[in-house]
């Protein structure tokens, strides 16, 4: 019997709680879900519904107040910040809504470098930084530097070093957000087809519910929990 895989991500009853003077807001209040390998997976909600900090969670950058982050069957919310960080950079790559690329390097030197942090051979990390980025495009830029790549080159360069460690799990906050529209769409469209082509698993923050109905499944976060499908209103 073939062994069915398990989630890449699970997320079961996270809250989270700020203390403000006397009063206590709460962001997320038992959210729970599970993302697969190869699933592009649309976050959604209002502004302020918690979005920022439900990733920061998943990405082992921030603690909840109460539940559980399991990632590859581990369950990693009490491990200390040593352990938490040897995940993040085995297991885990960011996208972020402006690229945060190093403007001293290259795009190539960019793609290289978390890579080599892990611990990959020089030689293997170029390989694998100019087979990224020339699957997007950028195979005649691979020596310019963010300053002279165009917007939708700068993100689809992040969207490489994401990449580049081979991820379990990739985590994106607004990733084409400061992009114009037709520049969006082909960042996205490429970003979804690595996912696929690759067999990650993504949890991406999105507003644009038309890019989050591409995506393999939407989850809304409404009132500090996680539901399933698109919103009935825009948000």
């Known amino acids: 019997m073939l062994q069915q895989p398990q989630p890449v991500l699970s997320l079961e009853g996270l ?30 909600g209002p502004s302020g519904a918690g979005k920022s900090t439900l990733l920061h969670i998943a990405g082992l950058l921030e603690t909840p107040t109460g539940g559980r982050v399991i990632i590859n069957g581990r369950d990693c919310s009490k491990m200390d910040d040593a352990n938490r960080t040897r995940v993040r950079r085995a297991e885990m790559g960011f996208i972020y809504q402006f690229h945060q690329l190093l403007p001293e390097f290259s795009a190539i030197e960019n ?4 890579q080599i942090i892990q611990g990959r051979r020089k030689r293997e990390a170029k390989e694998r930084a100019r087979e990224l980025l ?9 020596d310019h530097r963010p300053a002279q790549l165009s917007g939708g080159e700068q993100q689809r360069t992040a969207i490489c070093r994401a990449l580049a460690i081979r991820p379990k799990l990739i985590l994106a906050d607004e990733p084409t957000g400061n992009l114009d529209p037709h520049t969006s769409e082909r960042v996205f469209t490429e970003l979804i087809e690595l996912i696929h082509s690759q067999g990650v698993a993504a949890l991406i923050a999105t507003h644009n519910l038309s ?10 976060l409404e009132d500090g929990l996680l539901n399933e499908g698109m919103p009935a209103v825009a948000i």
């Open 111 to 114: 793609v290289e470098m978390p």
């Open 15 to 44: 809250r989270r709680t700020f203390r403000q003077g006397e009063r206590e807001i709460v962001v997320l209040n038992g959210a729970s879900a599970q993302i697969w390998p190869g699933q592009a997976v649309a976050l959604v």
């Open 211 to 220: 890019l989050a109905a591409r995506m393999d499944r939407v989850l809304r």
């Open 134 to 142: 020339t699957s997007l495009g950028l195979g005649e830029r691979l």
